[in-house]
């Protein structure tokens, strides 16, 4: 039987759980942790390009899936200040943003605004 001796680990700019690993603001704090999802989700809403941009919001895992009008507007700058660890723009027209654990929450919130 394995038994776990600590809840949170803090490791070179991520916050280690039992069930998880976020990546840590400056402040120590995660995103999520900070202002919430909805806000969160909002925030990557405004950074894809909004309701005139999105065609589909979809999650796997880690990752939030999405099919844009045009990808090339996609603000990287600010999806990383949200706590994105990466982005991958396959093409023109999709982009994967490696958003951690939260992502299939975060994409729920999203089509909400759509």
């Given at each position: ?27 120590g704090e995660t995103v999520v942790g900070k202002i919430g999802i ?77």
């Amino acid at each position: 039987m394995i038994h776990a001796f600590f809840s949170t680990l803090q490791v070179a700019g991520y916050e280690i759980h039992l069930n998880r690993i976020e990546k840590v603001t400056e402040e120590g704090e995660t995103v999520v942790g900070k202002i919430g999802i909805s806000e969160v989700a909002r925030g990557y809403y405004h950074a894809i390009g909004g309701k005139e941009n999105i065609v589909e919001v979809d999650s796997c895992i880690t990752r939030l899936r999405l099919t844009l009008k045009d990808a090339s507007i996609v603000d990287e700058a600010a999806c990383k200040r949200l706590g994105a660890a990466g982005l991958i723009k396959p093409n023109n027209k999709n982009v994967q943003i490696v958003v951690g654990t939260h992502a299939e929450l975060i994409a729920e919130e999203i089509k909400k605004f759509k």
